[in-house]
C-alpha cells in the first residue's frame, strides 16, 4: 500500500488554467505538508497543516489555495497558473502534529505550464 | 533564520569509492538534523537523524554525525554503489513554534561502475 499518494503524477496545462493536485496519507498522521521544488531541485515549504487546521502558510501567492477535507487528504488549488508554477510539488505527512518526526513524501506531481 | 548550507554539486564516483557531503546549518536553539535522498523520479525518503550534539545517524551504511560545536552534519559513505545515485539532501527542524523542515540545495550523486 502506498503510504502517500498525489494525483495526478504530472499535469501539463496552459497559462490562466485553474488545476488541483491531490495528496492522501493512510499512515493515520495528523499534520501533512506541500513543498514546491524547483528546476534546480531547491525544496520550500509552501503549507502545513495539523488536524485540518493551517499552521504555516509561507510567503506562497494567493493563488495557491490548499483545502483539507479531512486530516487524511490536503489538496492544493491553483488559480490562473503562470509559467513560473513550473515544478515538482510534494505532499508530505508526519506523526503526532509535530514536524520533528520523520516526514514521509508522495512521490511527487510534475506540472508544467506552458 | 535558519539555514543550510551543503556542498555543490555534482558529484561523481567511480564505484567503492569514499563519500563526503559537507552540511554546515545556522540555527536558532537545538535543531534536528536529517538527510534526505531523492531516487531519480521519486519522492524524498529520510536517510538518517540526529536529534542531538553528538548523536550519529546511520542507515544503509551511510553516516553523519551531529556536530555542535562546528554546526556540521557530513554525510559519509565508506563504498558507494551505482544504487547511491541520487541526490541527496540536508535539512534541519528547530524547536517550538511552526515547526518546518529547511532544507538544503541538494546535492547530486553519480557513482559510475
Known amino acids: 500500500d502506498t503510504a502517500v499518494s498525489q494525483t495526478p503524477k504530472y499535469l501539463v496545462t496552459q497559462m490562466g488554467n485553474d488545476k488541483s493536485i491531490k495528496c492522501e496519507q493512510n499512515?493515520?498522521?495528523?499534520?501533512m505538508y506541500w513543498y514546491k521544488q524547483d528546476s534546480k531541485k531547491f525544496l520550500k515549504i509552501m503549507f502545513s497543516?495539523?488536524?485540518?487546521?493551517?499552521?504555516i502558510n509561507e510567503t506562497v501567492p494567493n493563488r495557491f489555495s490548499p483545502k483539507s477535507p479531512d486530516k487524511a487528504h490536503l489538496n492544493l488549488h491553483i488559480n490562473s497558473l503562470e509559467l513560473g508554477d513550473s515544478a515538482v510539488y510534494f505532499c508530505a505527512s508526519s506523526q503526532l502534529g509535530g514536524a520533528r518526526e520523520t516526514q514521509y513524501f508522495g512521490p511527487g506531481t510534475r506540472l508544467l505550464v506552458l | 533564520g535558519n539555514s543550510v548550507t551543503q556542498m555543490e554539486g555534482p558529484v561523481t564516483l567511480s564505484e567503492e569509492a569514499f563519500l563526503t557531503i559537507n552540511c554546515t546549518y545556522t540555527?536558532?536553539?537545538?535543531?534536528?538534523l536529517f538527510w534526505y535522498v531523492q531516487y531519480p523520479g521519486e519522492g524524498l525518503q529520510l536517510l538518517l537523524k540526529a536529534t542531538k550534539a553528538d548523536d550519529k545517524g546511520s542507515n544503509k551504511g551511510f553516516e553523519a554525525t551531529y556536530r555542535k560545536e562546528t554546526t556540521s552534519f557530513h554525510l559519509e559513505k565508506g563504498s558507494v554503489q551505482v544504487s547511491d545515485s541520487a541526490v541527496y539532501f540536508c535539512?534541519?527542524?528547530?524547536?517550538?513554534?511552526?515547526?518546518?523542515?529547511?532544507f538544503g540545495k541538494g546535492t547530486k550523486l553519480t557513482v559510475n561502475p
Open positions: 499512515l493515520g498522521h495528523d499534520t
Open positions: 497543516y495539523n488536524n485540518k487546521e493551517l499552521i
Open positions: 540555527a536558532t536553539g537545538y535543531p534536528s
Open positions: 535539512a534541519l527542524i528547530t524547536q517550538g513554534g511552526s515547526e518546518k523542515l529547511v
